[in-house]
T-cell receptor
Framework: DAGVIQSPRHEVTEMGQEVTLRCKPI?????LFWYRQTMMRGLELLIY????????DSGMPEDRFSAKMPNASFSTLKIQPSEPRDSAVYFC?????????????FGQGTRLTVV | GQQLNQSPQSMFIQEGEDVSMNCTSS?????WLWYKQDPGEGPVLLIA?????ELTSNGRLTAQFGITRKDSFLNISASIPSDVGIYFC??????????FGTGTRLQVTL
């Protein structure tokens, strides 16, 4: 398996533009997570899906952020309109939920710069 | 939400030295995970701990689940340059939701 695949790896955009980040989880996994990493705030969970259904989106910063998972093999995180403070590395991770918790596999991340 | 505090925040050590880092929480946990993030990559699971007092090894890495269930320790013996990265303790909650600690950044010099 190729692992969790994120695209693009790098994105530079102007303030006010719409940004869409994409994720393909590992086949067979039923949980998908979006994280954001910054120096100031570390790794923060934004939202997670279980069986394609959003379970907890309490980490989504504000209404400018939205995430979808239309099927088991694809998810998007959209920021509209983008702001400079959204600059960060965004990670997608997937796992197969088991009784005692399980390993989450992370993609390589998308480094977003909003100028 | 849950707060996981790691110490030290960063470490600079020489190749061959042993490393110790820890993680504390105000809450009791049933599972502790340790992840490592290499520069430019996503985090990768190193060790999982499921029982209070449990001591688990993975090569040069050893981790322990504290008796109080509010802390965990990670030790690395005989460090090598590829040990460079950020080490996170992680709490796993419902549906495998992961909450990451503040991280310990490790630098290894030759």
């Amino acid at each position: 398996d190729a692992g969790v695949i994120q695209s693009p790896r790098h994105e530079v955009t102007e303030m006010g533009q719409e940004v869409t980040l994409r994720c393909k989880p590992i086949s067979g996994h039923n949980s998908l997570f979006w994280y954001r990493q910054t120096m100031m705030r570390g790794l923060e969970l934004l939202i997670y899906f279980n069986n394609n259904v959003p379970i907890d989106d309490s980490g989504m910063p504000e209404d400018r952020f939205s995430a979808k998972m239309p099927n088991a093999s694809f998810s998007t995180l959209k920021i509209q309109p983008s702001e400079p403070r959204d600059s960060a590395v965004y990670f997608c991770a997937s796992s197969f939920t088991a009784v005692r918790g399980t390993e989450a596999f992370f993609g390589q991340g998308t480094r977003l710069t909003v100028v | 939400g849950q707060q996981l505090n790691q110490s030290p925040q960063s470490m600079f050590i020489q190749e061959g030295e042993d490393v110790s880092m820890n993680c504390t929480s105000s809450s009791i946990f049933n599972t502790w995970l340790w992840y490592k993030q290499d520069p430019g990559e996503g985090p990768v699971l190193l060790i999982a701990l499921y029982k209070a007092g449990e001591l688990t090894s993975n090569g040069r890495l050893t981790a322990q689940f504290g008796i109080t269930r509010k802390d965990s320790f990670l030790n690395i013996s005989a460090s090598i340059p590829s040990d460079v990265g950020i080490y996170f303790c992680v709490y796993t909650g419902t549906a495998s939701k992961l909450t990451f600690g503040t991280g310990t950044r490790l630098q290894v010099t030759l």
